[in-house]
């Protein structure tokens, strides 16, 4: 995937070249413009199952997960085909290589990637499930090989974990993770953090890499929450 970065702005904007039938998957919704060479299609976010099957497998991502049902292919029609996309929040845009590693992907992280990466669902523990906001029931795991874009609120900061201490991130700070880390979810301090204000915490344990981003985008919702007007 050859593509550049718009740079220092909070709201960045990724073009990708293509050449002729060279293909890469796009988040649903998160074309901005293309240079009029470039073919888009929608299709069911189901790693190439079809029917009955594949409708099944997207809507159980969607539902489980989080991820949207649809998912987007932008195909180049000519060896100078160009398409510009950009990500629902303000904040960074990193690229992961995957292939000799692969990543687990919070919720909603997901922004590009090439045609030969993809992202399967892989089964949390119950307790993982019940008390996380990375992915409920399943988490995304990457596999193939190739470029795989994703997109934070705020800056992403990434954190090598040598494995000889646990690492702690809250929860909703969480962008991706090594698929090789172990992590587990608990209550940051007191009943729920209560005199912290800090709530549930993913503790990492092992070697691998954590991406974090530097917003909370429900500590923004709860900080706006009292100015809104109710229409009730």
């Given amino acids: 995937m050859k593509y550049t970065i718009s740079a220092n702005t909070v709201f960045p904007l990724v073009e990708i070249e293509l050449n002729k039938n060279e293909r890469v998957q796009i988040e649903n919704g998160a074309m901005v413009y293309h240079n009029g ?3 888009l299609e929608g299709s069911m976010n189901s790693n190439g199952r079809t029917g009955i099957s594949g409708a099944v497998h997207a809507f159980g991502r969607s539902i489980s997960s989080g991820e949207n049902f649809f998912i987007t292919t932008a195909t180049g029609k000519t060896d100078q085909a ?42 949390q523990k119950i307790g993982r499930a019940i008390f996380g906001g990375t992915g409920g029931l ?18 992403i900061v990434e954190i090598e974990l040598d494995g000889t201490k646990p690492f702690v991130v809250d929860n909703q700070h969480v962008v991706a993770w090594s698929s090789g880390l172990d992590y587990g979810i608990e209550i940051g301090s007191g009943t729920f953090g209560f005199k912290t204000g800090e709530g ?33």
């Fill in 37 to 39: 060479e470039i073919n």
């Fill in 82 to 123: 160009m398409v510009a996309i950009a990500p629902s929040t303000p904040g960074a845009i990193k690229e992961l290589q995957v292939g000799s590693e692969h990543w687990r992907l919070n919720t909603g992280v997901f922004l590009a990637c090439d045609p030969n990466v993809t992202y399967n669902m892989k089964r």
């Fill in 138 to 155: 399943f988490i995304m795991e990457t596999a193939g090989e190739g470029s795989l874009l994703v997109n934070s609120y705020g800056d």
């Fill in 200 to 232: 549930l915490v993913n503790e990492f344990h092992g070697t691998g890499t954590v991406l974090i981003q530097t917003r909370n985008a429900e500590a923004l919702a709860n900080y706006i929450s009292p100015y809104l007007i109710s229409t009730d």
